[in-house]
């Protein structure tokens, strides 16, 4: 793969709306601020990160507390392990004020919602925020979160993409039941807008009866930017079809490059362009002033942050697994991560890193999310080679960056390695644009009158 010299990297900063970074030691670091709970906290994020010219924001969500492990949430609170979430469309309001280019991203669930209340939310997102919208599409993890929703347990991986292969017909139709340029405010022959722009959509589905049209005009992206992170054949399927920036969790540079050619050899083969869909990794940096500081501070991250038992709770969290059904000293088989049905690629990565006989302890002693990507690590011209390389070579358009602690880690990026990608042309010096497409360099999607009558399958 060869890069133009004009090519940037993406940066998208990994966002969370509660106690913890994905990392669940975020929290006991000694810099960490702990004003979750207070809009100024996300406020001052929002533009640390805009001073940085970062792409977009995106927050993760998970509907509910970690309540797998044990059949109980006393271990998730105890240690802080994401026992806290915020609604998102109160944090993004918040954002939308706060900040004037950074894209502004959310994740919803198409298992838990319903496509007209995450159509609405992120159109008025779209406008509030003049164009800087973007949706984490996720069909969500657990039983815990479908028992917050009278269900028992989470639907099956087939249906779930089913399902949100709908929700998705549903949620654009919608996005398109106005036209751009329907509405009219003339005051004078009080036309307010042109019914023969604004379209019910009456969309049937095997899920899902909508009739639309939306109450909110389309939005000035168009359509909010699609951002989807499935890794499984199903979900980089449904990704090809629909999403337009893809996160990835691969822990290395090979699987990195093999993971990316494969998604972009898919989205040709749905009949799209591969270049109009960006590609980025989770990954964490740390960085010091010499690479001796940066590796002391990993070994604080590694070692004294996460307690075992707070990522023995997450990770039975994200497998939708109980851990606590076994002794520490059982060794994790082929046949136990077969009988997980959450993230599977998750432990299938664990276990490459350790290497050897895995057993439990091992998973509870490697700090869990830590490894669910790639740490650059060094200082600021190491972290930004090793940056390079994978932006260079075929295994990324960019990066989302997952934090260790907040601000502190967006901090660091921020004043020690934005300005060294910079230096190298490989990212932006300041914003061109005004909306989110135009910093991620994809097209405003064409007006397209959505198809009405019976889509049931
Ligand atoms: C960077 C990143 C962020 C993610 N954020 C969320 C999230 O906020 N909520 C969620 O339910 N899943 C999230 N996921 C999980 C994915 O949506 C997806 O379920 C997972 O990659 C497994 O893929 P599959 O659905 O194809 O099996 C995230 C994954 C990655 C790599």
Not at 116 to 124: E, G, L, P, S
Not at 158 to 175: I, K
Not at 325 to 354: C, F, K, Q
Not at 401 to 409: I, K, R
Request: with cysteine; hydrophobic share 40%; charged share 20%.
């Amino acid at each position: 793969m060869t890069r133009s010299p004009d090519d940037q990297m993406a940066l998208v900063a990994f966002m969370q709306a509660g106690s913890t970074s994905v990392y669940a030691g975020s929290w006991r670091h000694p810099a960490a601020d702990l004003r979750f709970l207070d809009a100024s906290y996300y406020a001052e994020l929002g533009r640390l990160l805009e001073l940085g010219c970062f792409d977009l924001m995106f927050f993760d969500d998970r509907l509910a507390m970690p309540g797998i492990y044990g059949d109980s949430v006393a271990e998730a609170v105890r240690y802080g392990a994401r026992p806290i979430k915020l609604d998102l469309s109160t944090v993004l309001g918040v954002l939308t004020g706060a900040t004037s280019r950074i894209g502004l991203g959310a994740t919803y669930s198409t298992t838990y919602y319903t496509p007209y209340h995450v159509a609405r939310t992120f159109a008025t997102l779209d406008q509030l925020s003049r164009g800087r919208g973007a949706w984490n599409v996720v069909t969500s993890v657990n039983d815990s979160e479908a028992q917050n929703f009278g269900v028992s347990s989470h639907l099956g991986p087939a249906e779930r993409y089913d399902r949100a292969d709908e929700f998705l017909e549903a949620v654009t139709g919608l996005w398109d039941s106005w036209e751009d340029d329907a509405l009219i405010l003339d005051r004078e022959s009080g036309l307010f807008a042109d019914p023969s722009k604004v379209h019910q959509l009456d969309y049937h589905s095997a899920h899902f009866d909508v009739r639309g049209p939306l109450t909110v005009p389309r939005s000035p992206q168009g359509r909010p930017v699609i951002l989807q992170a499935g890794s499984s054949g199903r979900g980089r399927d449904f990704a090809s079809r629909w999403a337009e920036l893809i996160f990835t969790g691969d822990p290395g540079i090979d699987v990195a490059r093999s993971h990316y050619s494969d998604q972009k050899a898919r989205i040709a083969e749905s009949g799209r362009d591969p270049n109009s869909v960006k590609i980025c990794p989770m990954a964490y940096i740390v960085v010091g002033e010499s690479a001796s500081q940066a590796q002391e501070r990993e070994q604080m991250f590694l070692n004294d942050l996460v307690h075992p038992m707070a990522s023995l709770t997450l990770l039975s969290e994200l497998m939708n697994y109980d851990f606590a059904a076994h002794d520490l000293d059982d060794i994790v088989t082929d046949e136990l991560i077969s009988s997980t049905t959450g993230i599977r690629g998750l432990v299938e990565n664990l276990r490459t890193h350790i290497g050897g006989t895995v057993r439990i302890r091992d998973l509870a002693g490697h700090r869990a999310t830590l490894l669910q990507g790639p740490r650059f690590v060094g200082t600021a011209t190491q972290v930004a080679d090793q940056m390079e390389e994978w932006f260079t070579t075929g295994a990324c358009d960019g990066f989302v960056l997952a934090a260790t602690h907040f601000p502190g880690a967006f901090e660091d990026v921020v004043r020690m390695v934005i300005p060294e990608l910079q230096r190298r042309g490989v990212f932006r010096k300041q914003y061109t644009g005004a909306t989110l497409r135009d910093h991620l360099g994809l097209a405003k999607p064409e007006y397209v009158t959505p198809a009405r009558g019976d889509a049931r399958v």
